[in-house]
């Protein structure tokens, strides 16, 4: 059974740093994998999605990769500001691309 | 208008009371999603459809059942409500016709089972 872990469960950075978020899967057998950023009370917006033969994808300041064979993926938020500050959750899908099962999520705080 | 809608978005009710969840989408999309989100863990996949005559069981569809009226309709229900099933819902579509199989969710129901 596919299992997503996020590593930390909550990071506070200031204003400007760089930072990295991590997600990694217990079944290397995906089909992609997202990245969704929660704001509070709020629903998901995606982000990125790696496609399974793909190592990483870039959109403005986030870049995210991902290494099947080591079941990871990682986030890259670049120059971070105080509007970053949100949780991030990341999900893979099974092969038959029927089912994303998600990590728990990583809530991120950006101090100015 | 949001692509995803969701009704109720904020519903408060007794145990035992039978909840609906409604969800509508103007993306024209033919898979659509229920998940819930409980505090402090992930989304866990309720029920999804591929079409109209196809529903399939996720991780946790105890207690729950759905109905998909139409391509852009999609219900969940409680039958009988009980306090654990308090939690955030989330309906989703995605469309098998692009190969990235992206999911587009909604802003959520949140529901409190008393």
């Known amino acids: 059974k596919q299992e997503v872990t996020q590593i930390p469960a909550a990071l506070s950075v200031p204003e400007g740093e760089n930072l990295v978020l991590n997600c990694s899967f217990t079944?290397?057998?995906?089909?992609?994998l997202q990245w969704f950023r929660q704001d509070p009370g709020k629903g998901l917006t995606s982000l990125l999605l790696?496609?399974?033969?793909?190592r990483e994808q870039t959109s403005g300041r986030l870049n995210a990769s991902l290494d099947k064979s080591s079941g990871r993926s990682t986030l890259y938020i670049a120059a971070s500001q105080p509007g970053d500050s949100a949780t991030y959750l990341c999900?893979?899908?099974?092969?038959?691309?029927?089912?994303?099962?998600f990590g728990k999520g990583t809530t991120l705080s950006v101090s100015s | 208008d949001a692509d995803v809608t969701q009704t109720p978005r904020n519903r408060i009710t007794k145990t035992g009371k039978r909840i609906m969840l409604e969800c509508s989408q103007t993306?024209?999309?033919?898979?659509m999603y229920w998940y819930r989100q409980d505090p402090g863990l992930g989304l866990q996949l309720i029920y999804y459809?591929?079409?109209?005559?196809?529903?399939n069981k996720g991780e946790i569809s105890d207690g729950y059942s759905v109905s998909r009226q139409a391509q852009a309709k999609f219900s969940l229900s409680l039958e009988s409500a009980i306090p654990n099933q308090t939690a955030l819902y989330f309906c989703?579509?995605?469309?098998?016709?692009?190969?990235?199989?992206?999911?587009?969710f909604g802003e959520g129901s949140r529901l409190t089972v008393l």
């Open positions: 999900a893979a899908a099974n092969q038959a691309g029927t089912a994303l099962i």
């Open positions: 079944d290397s057998a995906i089909y992609n």
């Open positions: 459809s591929f079409d109209v005559k196809d529903i």
């Open positions: 790696i496609q399974s033969s793909q």
């Open positions: 993306k024209g999309h033919d898979r």
């Open positions: 989703a579509t995605s469309d098998s016709r692009v190969p990235t199989g992206e999911l587009f």
